[in-house]
């Protein structure tokens, strides 16, 4: 097998592997300041809590980025200081595994900055924020190799929430609707190889009105739209990042949940929470071939962790 070959091989072997998600984890401080995780089966929709031994005052997590290749979560965080960011591993059971170079968090006062569009380059240990300046959007770049912090300016207008997504490879994608802000999507995408923009690309079959979020997740991109006319109704729909073509992969008609970001995804499966009758369940869908699961929730958990993740 030559090398291009053996690549090949292995990445087949490795989207092999990855199996379904076992768990949800909700992250919490308790009332002593420790970090606490919620794990939620997701097979079976049992609860466990454990309290670890972080500090939450010495380890601030503010948001989860990837499961790494050992199998251990990588969380953005601040320094105890509070003006600088780097990234912190830590064990399913959360235990201490270690930390990244820091680098100073940029001022934020004057952006808008959406949380779902945070991702994290792991080929570049860099971390990417979609966010709003004055009438342009811009890429919030934290490089912990380096270690340093910039701006990437881009020409996309301001007209809904920053949302972004990262391919996993150089390419970082932002979506925008022009004129009414609902209705005509166009997505834009930026280059961390050649470091430039791409043309934008006008989008074709994207649901109208609707509220929607990127993301990337079994090597393609996607957005999660939320209905404006019935909330509660989201669709997954797949973008043909060459031809700007849309596709409705999925529709979850009744979340009971409107608008809410309760979902993940890891390798092909996108794992969403729903709620029913005061009931919640998690519903897991294989993107491959839309088959899904769902499991109710039994007991207690928190409703607005500070970080979730699916492993
Ligand atoms: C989830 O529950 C099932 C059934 O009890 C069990 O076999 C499995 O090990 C549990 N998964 C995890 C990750 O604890
Ligand atoms: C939608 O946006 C594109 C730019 O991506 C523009 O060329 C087109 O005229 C717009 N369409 C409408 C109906 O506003
Ligand atoms: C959005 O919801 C409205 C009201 O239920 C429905 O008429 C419309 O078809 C939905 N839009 C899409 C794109 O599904
Ligand atoms: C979008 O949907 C909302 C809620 O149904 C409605 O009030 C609004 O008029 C719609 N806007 C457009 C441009 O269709
Ligand atoms: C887990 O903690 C939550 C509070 O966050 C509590 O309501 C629930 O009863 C606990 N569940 C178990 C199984 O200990």
Known sequence: MNYKNILIFLSVLISVVLSQPSNLYLYTTTPQGYWKI???NISTGTITNST????????IFTQFLEVNSDGDFVMLGLSEHQND????TISPAGNYVDSSSSTKVLKTGTFIMCDSSIAYDNARNSVYFAADLLTREIIFVYD???PSSYMVKLSVPVNTSPTGAFDGHDTYYLLESLNDGINNFTLYSYNFETKTESNPLNLFNFPKNSTAFLFYANDHLYAATFNNS?????????????????????????TGMPYSMNYWTYSNYFVLMTQTDGKYFLTTLNLNDNTYTTTQIYGNFPQNPIMAAIY
Not at 85 to 88: E, G, K, L, N, R
Not at 231 to 237: H, N, R
């Open 38 to 40: 919620t794990r939620i």
């Open 52 to 59: 670890t031994s972080l500090i939450a005052n010495n380890y």
């Open 85 to 88: 960011f780097c990234t912190y």
């Open 144 to 146: 912990f190799e380096t």
């Open 230 to 254: 019935a909330p509660d109704q989201l669709s997954l729909v797949n973008i043909d990042v060459t031809t700007g073509d849309c596709n409705t992969a999925y529709t979850f008609y009744e």
